[in-house]
Nanobody, 120 residues
Framework: QVQLVESGGGLVQPGGSLRLSCVAS????????MGWYRQAPGKQRGLLAT???????NYADSVKGRFTISRDNRKNTVYLHMNSLKPEDTAIYYC??????????????WGQGTQVTVSS
């Protein structure tokens, strides 16, 4: 009942910035908490950031201070602003809709993913 489509990935140099977008359709966007995950080559998928229906945010230590999650309920869109990118940020980034926040976040729906590559 919820479809998620990510965009904005690509190739960026170390120290650069990128903004990912995730557009939701189907059941009302505003009732869902939203999250961003990433999966680097050879590693497990990990939760990066969450934002609740009221706008409260949580971040993994690896991206705290560099990444910002935000949402625009009028556009049914969640964003991930990524600054000071490092090669270790290279991964497929996934948008999700779910409930809870931080370590208690639970995903109900997944996007298809968008590739981010940080390299010189």
């Amino acid at each position: 009942q919820v479809q998620l489509v990510e965009s904005g990935g690509g190739l960026v140099q170390p120290g650069g910035s990128l903004r990912l977008s995730c557009v939701a359709s189907g059941t009302g966007f505003s009732i869902w908490a939203m999250g961003w995950y990433r999966q680097a080559p050879g590693k497990q998928r990990g939760l990066l950031a969450t934002i609740t229906t009221s706008g409260a945010t949580n971040y993994a230590d690896s991206v705290k201070g560099r990444f910002t999650i935000s949402r625009d309920n009028r556009k049914n869109t969640v964003y991930l602003h990524m600054n000071s990118l490092k090669p270790e940020d290279t991964a497929i980034y996934y948008c999700s809709a779910g409930s809870g926040s931080g370590s208690s976040y639970f995903t109900n729906y997944w996007g298809q993913g968008t590739q981010v590559t940080v390299s010189s």
